[in-house]
Each structure stands twice: as structure tokens, then as C-alpha cells.
């Protein structure tokens, strides 16, 4: 596993085996919600090149997701990644991962709603 895939794994609050996806999600839902349910973005991470495509791909559409939803950043609340890497599903605060590619980017929370949140 390359440094920045570790990074971000490393963010996880919790994991299960993928094959286990759909119970392990419904039980993330309820735990990370509280009294109602949470919502789970999920994330299939490619082999290669993983910083570029976070940046790239996943960081705009995750932002205008949010934003949209109402989960506003930096906050981004009752979100949570499921992120599968490998044959294990990675659980990370949608908050935390936006922290993180923040930091990677250079970008403020303020500069990303700006570039990617809804028009």
C-alpha cells in the first residue's frame, strides 16, 4: 500500500470484510446517526495513483455532495465514507477525509465550497 492510501485509511473509525458490505453499511447508518439513520457515501479506491484521483475525482463531486445534501463543510454532518480497498471495507467521517484533502490541495474548506459546491 503506498503512503497516501495509508493516510487515508488510516483515518478509519472502523472496518469490515467487504464481502460483509451491506449488514456492516446498515450498522454504520445507525451507529453514526444517532437518533436517525446517517448516510454512507461509498467509494471504490483504484490501485494507482490515489492522491491524484482523490484530488481530481473524488474531491469535487464529494464536496457538491455535501454541500448540496446539506451536510455543509467543514462539519459535514451525519456523512460518513464506505470505503473499499482491497477485500476490506474502511468506515472514515466524511469530515475527516475532507480535512485531509484539504490539506493535500492547499484548499480551505471556504476555497472548496467555492470551486465545488452547487451553482
Known amino acids: 500500500m503506498d503512503t497516501d492510501t495509508d493516510e487515508l485509511l488510516h483515518l478509519a473509525f472502523a472496518q469490515s ?6 449488514s456492516a453499511i446498515t450498522r454504520m447508518r445507525a451507529e453514526v446517526g444517532g437518533d436517525g439513520l ?3 457515501y ?5 490501485d494507482g495513483n490515489v492522491r491524484a484521483w482523490l484530488l481530481d475525482t473524488l474531491l469535487p463531486r464529494l464536496v457538491d455532495y455535501l454541500e448540496s445534501m446539506g451536510a455543509k463543510l467543514p462539519g459535514c454532518g451525519g456523512v460518513f465514507l464506505s470505503v473499499f480497498h482491497g477485500d476490506t471495507l474502511h468506515f472514515l467521517h ?3 477525509v475532507i480535512a485531509l484533502l484539504s490539506r493535500w490541495s492547499g484548499l ?6 467555492r470551486r465545488y459546491g452547487p451553482r
Open 17 to 22: 470484510p467487504a464481502n460483509l458490505a451491506n
Open 38 to 40: 446517517a448516510t454512507s
Open 108 to 113: 480551505s474548506t471556504d476555497e472548496l465550497k
Open 42 to 46: 461509498e467509494v471504490l479506491l483504484p
Open 94 to 96: 466524511a469530515r475527516d
